[in-house]
């Protein structure tokens, strides 16, 4: 089995679509944190600030040519 290294434009490709999950993961967290008992929507509320946090990280680091 050969061994090969990703190129960049598949690294890229692969980082927009690590995004993409990040972003939907941020929305459907936000979308449903209403619905939790008000014990639960505090912590809710913190993992989706961590993970918009990355995601915007992780945009400019794109928009940088980082990525």
């Known amino acids: 089995m050969v061994n ?23 929305a459907n967290l936000l979308s449903a944190v209403h619905l939790l008992p008000a014990a639960d929507q505090q912590a809710t509320i913190d993992t989706t600030t961590r993970l918009a946090d990355e995601l915007a990280s992780d945009l400019a680091a794109l928009t940088r040519g980082a990525a």
Request: proline share 9%.
């Open 4 to 26: 090969s290294t990703p190129t960049p434009a598949e690294l890229r490709h692969d980082n927009i679509k690590h995004m993409r999950w990040q972003a939907k993961a941020v």
